[in-house]
């Protein structure tokens, strides 16, 4: 497939009725995190997880810094 090809909405189209996640992986050299996005704008059904984003929520969440003191939130 010609590169952008995936990304024309006529080509979307065909494919739109189809289920669809689109993963973006951290280490995604291949596809950059720009493209994922570009294609989760043409294909709105489609979900989209970022797995750097994933990660970075978990080391926010386990970070003490973070966490709600004792007693609830502030």
Same mark, same amino acid.
């Given at each position: 497939? *010609?590169?952008?090809?995936? =990304?024309? /909405?006529?080509?979307?189209? +065909?494919?739109?009725h189809? /289920?669809?996640?689109? &993963? ?5 050299? &291949?596809? /950059? ?7 989760? +704008?043409?294909? *709105?059904?489609? +979900?989209?997880?970022?797995? #750097?984003? =994933?990660? #970075? =929520?978990f080391?926010?969440?386990?970070? *003490?810094?973070?966490?709600? /003191?004792?007693?609830?939130? *502030?």
């Open positions: 497939m *010609p590169e952008g090809e995936l =990304l024309r /909405p006529e080509n979307i189209a +065909k494919i739109r189809i /289920p669809a996640v689109i &993963v973006q992986g951290r280490y995604d050299m &291949v596809c /950059p995190i720009t493209t994922a996005y570009e294609l989760t +704008k043409l294909w *709105p059904e489609a +979900k989209f997880v970022s797995l #750097s984003l =994933l990660l #970075s =929520l080391r926010l969440r386990a970070d *003490p810094a973070f966490r709600a /003191p004792a007693g609830g939130h *502030p």
